[in-house]
């Protein structure tokens, strides 16, 4: 079962139209293809989706699990919003009551083991190995963790872990988002149940209006003496809850030696999506200049490109300058522009003469879809830009760092 249904609220513009496991990546994925690939390469063929934001845009990607291989007698992808049934059902309030809401749909496929995940992280693993973990143990629930820097503790569940083996062991203690952590070892929302504790879980904390696996299941198993196991990922694994860090997990791509190998990796996605599959080759002119970048088909480079990603259908035009950015699906830069540390969502024109972001602060520039920066417009790091404005719109000369443009 994997979570995809959240918008989050810290991506901002960028999540207003579309789940932010649906959130471009990379220059030619989606965030929800790790945790796809990973469900493929692990021998797992029987998955439920569990969207409520926006789901047309995961219908969309997701298809009928095709593109990882998932269609078949025995293998399928189903997408599962919220619905209106005989009894009680409403929105989903919560990732546990989400699974509550499906448990009929769990049942029908009689189920071993229940894979629960989320769909918007960056990560390589095998389920196997913490399948295979959790067997020999014979747990109720087996929680992947992994450590973190201690600034960012206080934003995750943190288990303290029984040591011995290094693979992992039994959790001890568990605390939620604490404002004073205390343990190193975050939770990846990546759990195994056996089905039982699940349902019993579920029943017991759902029906008193708690929703969320790690504020109310974890502790709730950990205090009922069910077996709570930890397994340990030593991994690359990339958060991408702002818009700082979902820059600098796409930026990981780069460089000589990158954190995030796709080759290896091995990323299937739907090729469908935005008629990929069907746009001409990338067109790098004489006149351009390209270090470190990444860029995929349809697109056209005149300007100079560096340490940047542009999604296909991206037009760079001759004189402009694109730096520490990341472009998505056919956005045009004119003429002598320049943009600098900023996020383009899609069908966005940066103007002629316009500058974007600077290098002078670390903070993104952002651009929602479908906006038409004026000529000669100059936007300071930080600024967010509202979606499908016109040229009309930009009625200053300078917007300075924090402003938003609606």
């Not at 913490?130 to 288990?159: M, Q, S, Y």
Request: proline share 4%; aromatic share 10%.
């Amino acid at each position: 079962m994997v979570l995809a249904g959240g918008r989050v609220d810290d991506l901002g513009v960028l999540t207003f139209f579309r789940p932010k496991s649906a959130m471009p990546f990379g220059g030619l994925y989606c965030i929800i293809d790790f945790p796809m690939s990973n469900l493929m390469h692990s021998g797992i063929e029987k998955v439920g989706i569990l969207s409520q934001y926006k789901p047309f845009y995961l219908m969309e990607h997701v298809g009928n699990g095709g593109s990882w291989d998932m269609t078949g007698r025995n293998r399928f992808v189903t997408i599962l919003p919220p619905f209106k049934g005989l009894g009680t059902s409403n929105w989903y309030k919560g990732t546990a009551d989400a699974v509550y809401q499906n448990i009929d749909f769990i049942t029908m496929h009689r189920p071993d083991i229940i894979l629960i995940l989320s769909g918007d992280h960056i990560y390589k693993m095998d389920y196997r190995e913490i399948i295979r973990f959790h067997l020999e143990n014979d747990a109720d629930l087996t929680i992947a963790c992994a450590k973190i820097p201690r600034k960012d503790a206080h934003r995750f569940g943190l288990a303290n872990i029984e040591e011995g083996d290094v693979r992992g062991g039994r959790v001890l203690d568990y605390t939620e988002k604490s404002d004073k952590p205390q343990f190193e070892w975050a939770s990846l929302t990546i759990n195994v149940f056996t089905p039982y504790a699940l349902f019993e879980a579920l029943e017991a904390n759902v029906k008193e209006d708690s929703h969320e696996f790690g504020r109310d299941i974890i502790p709730f198993l950990l205090a009922g003496n069910y077996k709570v196991y930890g397994y340990k990922h030593y991994g690359y694994w990339g958060y991408t809850r702002t818009p700082q860090e979902y820059w600098q997990t796409n930026m990981d791509l780069q460089g000589d030696s990158p954190k995030i190998d796709i080759a290896s990796w091995q990323i299937c996605t739907n090729l469908s999506r935005l008629q990929i599959r069907d746009r001409e080759p990338a067109l790098i002119r004489e006149s351009s200049q390209i270090e470190d970048s990444l860029l995929y088909s349809g697109c056209q480079v005149k300007g100079k490109v560096v340490h940047s990603i542009l999604f296909p259908g991206v037009k760079v035009d001759s004189g402009s300058v694109v730096e520490d950015s990341i472009l998505f699906s056919n956005t045009v830069v004119k003429r002598y522009a320049r943009v600098i540390r900023t996020i383009t969502d899609e069908n966005v024109t940066i103007g002629t003469g316009a500058e974007i972001g600077d290098e002078t602060h670390d903070d993104l520039t952002i651009i929602g879809t479908g906006t038409r920066v004026a000529k000669e417009t100059k936007i300071s790091s930080g600024v967010t830009v509202y979606p499908n404005l016109g040229p009309a719109q930009f009625t200053r000369k300078l917007y300075h760092r924090k402003e938003v443009i609606q």
